[in-house]
């Protein structure tokens, strides 16, 4: 029961802004939409998370539509180690104290 | 700062051998702590999870138990290992302050059973 839908893998080219949409219509009121990122062989990265304004930090920024139905992340300067599988993840406040469900995710390719 | 430590790294271990997995997290209390498994070409899974010292939950039936003899220690075993135990295998972590939705993920371990 997938609560995100997510495009198995795109392409970007280096130094270009990377753009990853996640559709998560079914989202409640309360949940947030978290984002994580695996590089090959390293465990998950936590990314950033919103509610519903925008978010941006040191690595990402974090675009919810006004009806928080869909979201993109954005790396807005893409290099190859941003290369990973990227998991968008809807969860209540403290929804994640028994464990995250992840999905399978984007798989991003940044091409030099 | 908050470490989370695992080992080893990498084990092969024939099938039918005993396994036991260590995890240690330093800098932090009261942690909540998780094993995830990946098998090969697969998505991550959890497999345990732990709020306390002896509490353990576990999400799937299989093979392989957990158990929290202190509170930032987190041990995965099993008494006779399966083939289809073989993956990469992650301990997290997570606390009060991240909301529990934060979790942070150590280097894993890559367990070949043959």
């Known amino acids: 029961d997938a609560k995100t839908t997510q495009p198995p893998s795109m392409d970007c080219a280096e130094g270009r802004a990377a753009n990853l949409p996640c559709n998560h219509s079914t989202i409640s009121g309360n949940e947030y939409v978290y984002w994580y990122r695996q590089i090959h062989s390293q465990g998950p990265q936590y990314i950033i998370h919103g509610l519903k304004n925008n978010e941006t930090n040191e690595m990402a920024s974090l675009i919810i539509t006004e009806d928080r139905k869909s979201s993109t992340l954005i790396l807005p300067h893409a290099t190859l180690r941003d290369t990973a599988v990227y998991y968008c993840?809807?969860?209540?406040?403290?929804?994640?104290?028994?464990?995250?469900?992840f999905g399978k995710g984007t798989h991003l390719i940044i091409q030099p | 700062s908050q470490t989370i430590h695992q080992w080893p790294a990498t084990l092969v271990q024939p099938v039918g051998s005993p396994l036991s997995l260590e995890c240690t997290v330093e800098?932090?209390?009261?942690?909540?702590l998780y094993w995830y498994r990946q098998a090969a070409g697969r998505g991550l899974q959890l497999l345990f999870y732990?709020?306390?010292?002896?509490?353990i939950s576990s999400e799937v039936p299989q093979n392989l138990s957990a158990s929290r003899p202190q509170d930032r220690q987190f041990i995965l075993s099993s008494k006779k290992l399966l083939l289809s135990d073989s993956g990469f295998y992650l301990c997290?972590?997570?606390?009060?302050?991240?909301?529990?939705?934060?979790?942070?993920f150590g280097p894993g371990t890559r367990l070949t059973v043959l």
């Open positions: 732990s709020v306390g010292i002896g509490q």
């Open positions: 993840i809807v969860l209540d406040s403290g929804g994640g104290a028994d464990g995250l469900t």
């Open positions: 800098g932090t209390s009261n942690p909540n």
């Open positions: 997290a972590w997570s606390g009060l302050a991240g909301g529990y939705n934060e979790q942070f």
